[in-house]
């Protein structure tokens, strides 16, 4: 049994009132926090995917994609590479038709190290025709909104610590009153002053 329950505890000579308040109430805000934190990190998540759905469908519906052309080689390695050694992809400069007039444009598209000029890549454009990024993918609306939700557990677990620390304060400044009261009574029989 913890030491806050035991009845070793509440029988102890050297136990005082404000003790058991303090401890009561660190007891209730470990709950509180707890049970806060839970409902404000999974509301939160929840409502930032929701907002993330609602865009995605908007990007869905606003935005496709089209064969380009790409303007030049592309490097063999990127600057930059993962754990096994593969690069990243690289970005080249590339040509499409963004019209059915048959309008060309150019940018840039990122492509596979290596690529050839002359080889076809996708690209994603708006409605009106503007090179544009592709719409978000739900792996990305899960970790914005698992990120949301956790930001909003810690911010709640950080208030509840502040908490914690002003009840410790106030609790503190009260069992230092209570020795000086008894210290003021107890002190001249001690000292032998009357």
Known sequence: ?????????????????????????????????????SVIGVAQGWSALDQGRSVAAEQRADRHQVRAVVL????????????????????????????????SAKGNALVAPGTKRGESTKVWLDSQGRHTSAPLKDSDLWAD????????????LGVGVLTG??????????????????????????????
């Open 72 to 103: 030049r080689d592309a490097a063999r390695s990127g600057p930059w590479a993962d754990e096994s050694g593969r690069s990243e992809r690289v970005s080249v400069p590339v040509r499409w038709t963004s019209s059915p007039g048959g309008d």
């Open 1 to 37: 049994m913890s030491a806050i329950g035991s009845r070793r505890w509440r029988t102890n000579p050297l136990r005082r009132g404000i003790d058991v308040i303090e401890a009561r109430l660190f007891l209730l805000l470990c709950a509180l926090v707890l049970v806060c934190a």
């Open 145 to 156: 909104a698992l990120l949301e939700g956790g930001s909003g557990a810690v911010v709640t």
């Open 165 to 194: 620390l002003g009840i410790r304060v106030v609790c503190n400044r009260r069992r230092a009153a209570g020795w000086e009261t008894e210290w003021s009574r107890v002190e001249p029989q001690w000292s032998r002053r009357d």
